[in-house]
């Protein structure tokens, strides 16, 4: 049975494969759109409404980069805790459909796998599925991720 220790204070033995959870959503806006696009990714499609009606989308989309930052805001807000010890990687990076102004997009967790480390006892490996879906219940990013999480320490004790 999944346990039912909220995720920010899990440790990897509290995980397991299967599990799905649903956090958090954030609306996207034309001004968080525009900044994004200016400091980080300036194609006219991310900077310019008036310039984006004549691409290939027909108006304004975030970048992929920075829906990518909203997840990975959602899930430092929702889901990473003290046995976050950061990640050596992603095994896949997908942006599947554009996000426009307006839009409202939620995160969907997947565990897909626990590898114990082999060289380092303290910690493992908890491969997830991220998925940003938008109102319409697109998912309109999708990363694979490989967390490496602390272990309990056998004294610590599960907060309820």
């Given at each position: 049975?999944?346990?039912?220790?909220?995720?920010?204070?899990?440790?990897f033995d509290d995980y397991e494969a299967g599990e799905r959870f649903t956090f958090?959503?954030?609306?996207?806006?034309?001004?968080?759109?525009?900044?994004?696009?200016?400091?980080?990714?300036?194609?006219p499609f991310h900077?310019?409404?008036?310039?984006?009606?004549?691409?290939?989308?027909g108006r304004l989309i975030a970048s992929g980069w920075h829906t990518g930052s909203?997840?990975?805001?959602?899930?430092g807000e929702h889901l990473l805790g003290p046995s976050?010890?950061?990640?050596?990687?992603?095994?896949?990076?997908?942006?599947?459909?554009?996000?426009?102004?307006?839009d409202r997009l939620t995160l969907v967790v997947?565990?897909?796998?626990?590898?114990?480390?082999?060289?380092?006892?303290?910690r493992g490996i908890v491969k997830m599925a991220h998925e940003l879906v938008n109102q319409h219940g697109t998912t309109v990013v999708r990363s694979v991720a490989n967390m490496?999480?602390?272990?309990?320490l056998s004294e610590e004790k599960p907060a309820s």
């Open positions: 049975m999944p346990s039912d220790i909220p995720c920010p204070q899990r440790w958090g959503s954030t609306m996207i806006d034309e001004a968080e759109i525009i900044e994004f696009g200016r400091k980080f990714d300036p194609q900077i310019d409404p008036e310039a984006a009606r004549d691409t290939v989308y909203i997840m990975m805001r959602l899930l976050s010890m950061g990640s050596p990687g992603l095994d896949e990076l997908r942006w599947l459909a554009p996000v426009h102004p307006g997947e565990v897909l796998e626990l590898r114990p480390s082999r060289s380092k006892p303290d490496m999480i602390a272990r309990r």
